[in-house]
């Protein structure tokens, strides 16, 4: 035996090694998160956001919104909602435009014609090289947190859209487009070459042409995209796989029929289930493009956290997984956490209970307007919380109730369960917009849903989905939470 072999073998060694890393995760703390955009650092100071939050909540990991042309991780509250009481006392929508609130370096985006804006909001302000600093000297990491959200009318974008079957152009850019692939590959490179950030999240809010057409998600028609994608490189890539892109078209035409008239309260003599499924054994297509829409995204996430590791191996990327995860059965199953663990190190799996009442509600209302046309929305609501494997109130309460904590300690167990070795946390909401009739945080609430999280076995949780519209005394609701769990 040689020194290599015999080390390899040696049971010290690997019981030395064992214990070693025993130790480290005993060591590490869990991770205490929250997403904060560019507006709250200008507005109210940096030290004084950053001090604020340590105190809080015992925050030690900063999301920071790098890139989105989206309200819901960027910008001051929404109009037609109370500001918090923090931060600048009036509305952003006469400044509100985003883009790359850091500083786009053009060398990393000379693959994509899809132009790389610095966010104008705040003048020449970098969120990135302002934060960084400030956060390390306090022992914070700093995640650089970016979207799937370009808007229409930046330049290039028209080269990397969606191309739908019919109707209004897609709002978003195809993901297996080159154009697209490469901005976001730029956008990963640009961030870890160019600042000291810790790691990378990034998110898609968004779903495949089926999903789109049954109408199956929350915040309503269209929310999840269209019928797409039919550009020639999602044609190429159905070519090469061996799917008939001609009966593709047709099955998805006759669904989108289907799915007008179910809509319009038509009911076909057979029901709208069993003539939903005749489509489907009809044009197998239907699923095999939903099947293409995916692997693009899936390859997507795969090629970003390539670029990552080869770029910065010890620093972590991860994704944000969208509140549809908890609604859709059929969004659920194409977000299968085991397969994720090969591309991911973290999943912020959206956990949202308090405004998840109300987005539940109308997934039911929508997926009862279509697919489950032949039973009534309670049967509905009822045959989701089966399915998904949780359970909340009625369909009458449910906007104004939020779904119990329960479901967060349930789908964590269950993010839990597949996870591997990547990391789990789950996203709590923390004052999210809803109607004026619908459940609005409390301090109890944000409490019991951070302490359901740990009961699920979280590796942390991140208070989400921005600063700029949490009220103080619910995030220090956070801070009593994992303070009593004495894990800060
Ligand atoms: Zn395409």
Redesign the pocket.
């Known amino acids: 035996m040689d020194r290599r072999e015999f080390l390899e073998s040696s049971t010290v060694l690997a019981g030395g090694a064992l214990l070693g890393a025993i130790g480290l995760a005993q060591s590490q703390s869990p991770m205490l998160g929250i997403q904060v955009g560019a507006v709250s650092f200008v507005d109210e100071g940096t030290d004084a956001v950053l001090d604020g939050l340590h105190e809080m909540a015992a925050i030690n990991t900063l999301f920071v919104a790098t890139f989105t042309y989206g309200r819901g991780i960027a910008g001051r509250q929404l109009p037609n909602q109370p500001l918090p009481d923090h931060g600048r006392q009036e509305y952003d929508t006469s400044t509100f435009r985003g883009g790359n609130y850091a500083t786009p370096h053009p060398q990393y985006y000379r693959d994509t014609a899809i132009a790389p804006e610095h966010a104008p909001d705040h003048g020449p302000y970098d969120v990135l090289a302002d934060v960084i600093p400030k956060a390390h000297r306090r022992g914070m990491k700093v995640i650089a947190w970016f979207e799937d959200v370009i808007a229409g009318d930046v330049p290039g974008f028209d080269k990397a859209r969606?191309?739908v079957l019919a109707g209004p152009a897609s709002t978003f850019a195809?993901?297996?487009?080159p154009h697209t692939r490469h901005f976001w590959l730029a956008l990963v490179e640009d961030y870890l070459r160019s600042y000291d950030v810790d790691g990378l999240m990034w998110g898609s809010e968004r779903q495949g042409p089926l999903g789109n057409v049954l109408g199956t998600n929350h915040g309503g028609a269209g929310s999840g995209g269209r019928i797409?994608?039919?550009?020639?490189?999602?044609?190429d890539a159905a070519k090469k796989d061996g799917v008939n892109v001609d009966r593709a078209r047709e099955g998805y035409t006759r669904l989108a029929a289907w799915a007008e008239n179910v809509g319009r309260g038509t009911k076909p003599a057979d029901g709208a289930f069993v003539t939903f499924w005749r489509l489907l054994v009809q044009y197998p297509e239907i699923l095999a493009w939903e099947r293409l829409w995916n692997d693009?995204l899936y390859d997507t996430y795969r090629d970003m956290h390539r670029r990552a590791k080869e770029i910065a191996p010890a620093k972590g990327i991860g994704w944000h997984v969208w509140h549809n995860n908890s609604f859709s059965p059929f969004y659920r199953a194409e977000q299968d956490y085991t397969a994720y663990a090969a591309y991911s190190d973290f999943l912020k799996v959206v956990m949202y209970n308090l405004c998840g009442g109300e987005r539940l509600a109308q997934y039911v209302r929508g997926a009862t307007r279509s697919l489950f046309a032949d039973f009534t929305p309670e049967q509905t609501l009822e045959l989701t919380y089966t399915a998904q494997q949780y359970h909340g109130g009625a369909l009458a309460d449910l906007a104004a109730q939020g779904l119990p904590a329960s479901y967060v300690k349930r789908e964590t167990a269950r993010a839990m369960a597949n996870a591997g070795p990547m990391k789990i946390w789950p996203g709590i909401d923390v004052d999210i917009p809803t109607a004026a009739t619908s459940k609005k945080t409390g301090p109890q609430d944000v409490y019991d849903a951070v302490k359901a999280a740990f009961d699920g076995g979280a590796h942390g949780v991140l208070l989400s989905r921005k600063y700029s519209e949490m009220r103080l005394d619910n995030i220090r609701a956070a801070g009593r939470a994992v303070r009593e769990l004495k894990l800060a």
């Open positions: 969606e191309v195809c993901s297996r487009n797409a994608c039919f550009c020639q490189y999602c044609v693009a």
